[in-house]
């Protein structure tokens, strides 16, 4: 990105699509922490969690066996952080320290001790992994479940993209409807359709993939639910841009979209852009972006996206939305002043100056915001 005025402008700093936007907060991988650790026991809960002098849970568990590291198995109990007790069973995670060793242990049965020992090694290549673990999305036991889970909403899209046809169409879409599916996994399932279904379009029929995501996209539901945006990026994964017009038709991308819902559809679209200009042009994107301007949800987040995008066509609309929302937002002059900063078009100087000469007290402020660097 241009500099603009010797500074970056704190709106076209891109989102980063590093990993799974859909699957929210999930933690390290089980994988991640066995390979971290210097030493990985198994050993029995002897007695109860306690807290500890920082007022973090701890636990003395009793090694039974090693599972991973060449060090002597202690057979003295280990004081062991926990997120919670650990009943019977549990799997240690240890490493060195200047202190002293320090210890972490979770619950574990012998099924995800197996699992914890046979877990491709953090090192090996994300698609190859992804491959292993997703036979394991939704195992019966929920511990495995989880970390089959997290190692998706860790991994690059690309990675997931590459391992499209280790999912079973079948399974994605019942757990799209399954009550007993977590509410946010739900937007990875139908992103993983999304993929499956697009694959199947060269190679099969996508009907049954296409029919499943438009039933999630059309089940009610309050605009508050999680998941949504992973379903609505499902649908323009499976069907590029005609998926992108039938969320169009669907009433997603105009002023008087629900608010949880227009916050879903920003996010679908800043997918889109990251990750799918090969199967929806990008002008199709921003214009989709544009026709969230006026939704007071997402004004401020549509205008930086504009901004990213180099929308400067939407300058007089961006403009007048300093007075239509901004009086009650600042977010939303934030947003306005980085654009007009942003766009080189004479348009743009011609608003920043009127602007700036009705109440240069509120212009200086949001410049100043806007031009800040991001943290």
């Not at 698609?127 to 036979?135: C, E, T, V």
């Not at 029919?211 to 539901?221: K, M, N, Y």
């Not at 969320?247 to 990750?275: N, S, T, Y």
């Not at 301007?293 to 995008?309: E, F, G, H, P, T």
């Amino acid at each position: 990105m241009p500099l603009i005025g010797g500074v970056v402008v704190w709106l076209l700093v891109a989102h980063a699509a590093a990993a799974c936007p859909f699957c929210g907060p999930v933690g390290r991988s089980l994988a991640d922490r066995r390979d971290a650790a210097d030493a990985v026991l198994v050993g029995d809960a002897t007695g109860d969690a306690s807290r500890g002098a920082d007022g973090l849970l701890v636990q003395p568990l009793v090694p039974l066996a090693g599972l991973r590291g060449a060090v002597p198995v202690p057979a003295a109990a280990i004081e062991c952080r926990v997120a919670e007790p650990v009943t019977g069973t549990g799997i240690l995670f240890g490493r060195r320290d200047p202190a002293g060793p320090q210890w972490e242990a979770i619950a574990a049965d012998e099924a995800l001790i197996a699992h914890v020992a046979a877990a491709p090694a953090v090192e090996e290549p994300a698609a190859r992994r992804l491959r292993w673990f997703a036979s394991r999305l939704e195992h019966a036991n929920p511990a495995i479940a989880a970390d089959a889970f997290t190692e998706f909403g860790l991994a690059p899209f690309e990675a997931v993209r590459e391992v499209a046809d280790a999912f079973d169409q079948n399974q994605l879409q019942t757990w799209l409807t399954d009550p007993r599916v977590e509410q946010r996994r739900r937007g990875f399932y139908a992103l993983a359709l999304g993929l499956a279904t697009a694959a199947a379009q060269k190679q099969g029929d996508p009907t049954a993939g296409i029919a499943a995501l438009r039933a999630a996209v059309e089940a009610p539901g309050n605009d508050l639910r999680a998941g949504y945006d992973g379903v609505l990026a499902g649908m323009l994964v499976a069907e590029g841009g005609a998926g992108l017009e039938y969320l169009r038709g669907r009433g997603l991308f105009v002023a008087d979209a629900r608010p949880g819902d227009a916050k879903h559809a920003i996010a679908a679209l800043r997918f889109a852009w990251e990750c799918l200009a090969d199967s929806i042009p990008r002008d199709l994107v921003a214009e989709a972006t544009a026709g969230l301007l006026d939704n007071a949800a997402v004004a401020a987040d549509a205008a930086i996206d504009l901004s990213r995008y180099e929308r400067w066509s939407e300058v007089d609309r961006i403009a007048a939305l300093w007075q239509s929302l901004g009086r009650d937002d600042p977010l939303v002059r934030r947003a306005v002043a980085g654009y007009l900063e942003a766009c080189p078009l004479p348009p743009a100087r011609s608003h920043r100056d009127r602007l700036a000469a009705a109440d240069p007290q509120a212009w200086a402020a949001a410049r100043a915001a806007a031009l800040e660097p991001a943290r």
